[in-house]
């Protein structure tokens, strides 16, 4: 069986430069990924259908699904014929900043296209990734890149200084709507990222989302604190949260830090990986 990560997003940092009429708003981002996340697989079938398991999977639709989306554009743009019988290991929390159902959806396009040897090109993946989402084509890459406009313009970052870095990220089992979260940001445009090397400018940089989200979901200023007494090189939330994360220069940094955030905190949900 055939089978694809669909790799956790951080949002390293996440300027909102401004909100636009169409309901999205322009930002500037560095998205960065983990290489723990979801997984799915596929095996030959009639027609396209969805299993959907794991710890994160009750309540999620099998027939209202990105997943399905995605495998029907792919499809469409193949020949319409095309079967798969998908299953989908929800390992990452839902509504939690981190790409989950974009990173699912990009996982579906990758694995699909494979698949069913269809051969299609990144640029050719990408027009079908980008009605599905804002995030879906950076997730479709799945490496480093930094993201413009609604984040859907994206620049390859080429010898970033994450490789060898490690991340932890930390949810509080709370979820939080994107769009309450967008929609509660002040409008006031706090200037651009910084260019350069990623590292430094990520450091440098903030996310506009994180002060309304803290101010919707208070446990976040717990977390945030948490993560800060173990002296990260970067702290804070990811995308619209609720997960946050802290980036390390080793992986016994992180580990240490998840045995505090959950002997302080018990009930939270920890992931810890590398950056791809």
């Known amino acids: 069986m055939d089978s694809e990560t669909a790799y956790a997003k951080v949002n390293l940092a996440l300027h909102v430069r401004n909100r636009l009429p169409d309901g999205y708003h322009e930002i500037e981002t560095i998205f960065a990924f983990l290489d723990q996340g979801d997984r799915l697989s596929v095996a030959p079938g009639e027609g396209i259908g969805l299993e959907i398991e794991g710890p994160f999977a009750e309540g999620l639709s099998a027939t ?14 193949a020949d319409g014929k095309r079967g798969a019988r998908l299953r989908l290991d929800k390992r990452l929390p839902v509504a939690s900043g981190i790409g989950g159902g974009s990173a699912d959806a990009a996982a579906t396009l990758r694995l699909l296209n494979r698949f069913w040897g269809l051969d299609l090109s990144s640029d050719a993946l990408a027009e079908i990734a980008a009605p599905l989402g804002a995030d879906v084509p950076a997730c479709l890459v799945s ?7 609604i984040g859907q313009d994206l620049t390859m970052i080429t010898g970033d200084d994450l490789r060898d870095c490690t991340v932890l990220l930390v949810n509080p089992l709370v979820p939080v709507s994107t769009a309450a979260i ?10 651009p990222l910084a260019q350069g090397d990623i590292l430094p400018a990520a450091q440098s940089g903030r996310n506009d989302l994180q002060q309304p989200a803290v101010t919707l979901v208070p446990i976040l200023t717990d977390v945030l604190a948490l993560l800060e007494e173990c002296q990260p090189l970067i702290g804070r939330m990811s995308g619209s949260g609720a997960t946050c994360f802290a980036v390390f220069d080793s992986m016994d940094a992180a580990e ?5 955030c959950r002997s302080a905190m018990g009930e939270i949900w920890t992931m810890r990986g590398r950056f791809r």
């Open 64 to 77: 209202d699904n990105l997943v399905l989306r995605a495998a029907d554009r792919l499809a469409a743009l």
């Open 143 to 149: 490496h480093t890149c930094r993201g413009t406009g």
């Open 182 to 191: 967008f929609a509660a940001w002040d409008g006031i445009d706090r200037g």
């Open 256 to 260: 240490r830090a998840e045995q505090h």
